[in-house]
């Protein structure tokens, strides 16, 4: 599928299989590739479409942060799925995709058949610890724009959220690092500034209204979303908990046959 432009930005997104519609959406410095192990198993079951985020992998990545907020992100998802002349999708989010998700869920619940959440959360519900966390995504992204993105990519891969990556391959996490390298940094730091955890609405208020079933996955060995995802386990009426043993933040990674299942079984979810 040839790229297109929405709202004035330039948008790879790519559509194969056919059956019910099923969007993924990548994380934080990640893109549309991520998804490429799981495409032969998904292609046979759904009409699977990705894209990169604006700021991430072949889309653009424009100089304004306003233009990454979730609002207009939101706004281009919804776009997409109007493009491709879908009416309803199943929408599956993962991480800063999952965030994305569960706000285009929130503004335009009557467009998704289910919403899939792997590692994601509602932002942060007391204010301060907001403004604390755009302070520090501000200064991380003002590093990333000085210091590069090899640098960066350095930097990021050596968080804890990451340990449990070390079980895989080597093979898999150089791939995964050189997904990481093809981003544009400045993409990738107003990402921070504009769609970051700090800068996101807390959703915490809005779970208990989402209409449709909502499947959260989380990693056992990934203890901050865990807690987080039991806590809006707590909030939603139409929740469908999984917590994946052995698996850290990324699931589908670390765990893909698992998390495969856990996809397919959610869109079948009655309300």
């Not at 467009?111 to 509602?122: G, K, V």
């Not at 090899?150 to 391959?169: K, Y």
Request: include cysteine.
């Amino acid at each position: 599928m040839p790229d297109f432009c929405l709202h004035g930005v330039t948008y790879h997104v790519t559509s194969q299989g056919a059956g019910q519609p099923l969007v993924l959406l990548h994380g934080f410095t990640g893109s549309s590739q991520n998804w490429r192990p799981l495409l032969p198993t998904l292609i046979g079951k759904f009409q699977v479409i990705t894209l990169d985020i604006v700021g991430h992998g072949r889309t653009a990545s424009p100089p304004n942060e306003g233009r990454y907020h979730l609002n207009k992100v939101a706004a281009d998802l919804i776009a997409v799925l109007d493009h491709l002349h879908i009416e309803q999708a199943h929408l599956m989010g993962y991480s800063m995709g999952g965030r994305l998700a569960l706000f285009t869920a929130v503004h335009y619940p009557q467009r998704l058949h289910t919403l899939i959440l792997e590692s994601a959360s509602p932002g942060l519900a007391v204010e301060s610890e907001r403004q604390e966390r755009v302070r520090r995504d501000r200064e991380l992204a003002d590093w990333l724009e000085v210091q590069g993105i090899t640098a960066f990519v350095d930097r990021w891969e050596q968080l804890p959220l990451w340990a449990s990556q070390r079980q895989l391959p080597p093979e898999t996490r150089q791939t995964l690092r050189q997904q990481r390298l093809q981003n544009n940094p400045v993409g990738l730091a107003n990402s921070l500034r504009g769609m970051g955890t700090g800068a996101q609405p807390s959703l915490w208020p809005d779970l208990a209204r989402l209409p449709m079933p909502v499947v959260l996955i989380a990693g056992e060995l990934d203890e901050k979303f865990v807690h987080i995802n039991r806590q809006m386990a707590g909030h939603i009426p139409t929740v469908h908990l999984n917590i994946v043993p052995g698996a850290g933040h990324a699931v589908h990674l670390e765990r893909p046959s698992a998390f495969i299942n856990l996809l397919k079984t959610g869109v079948y979810y009655e309300k």
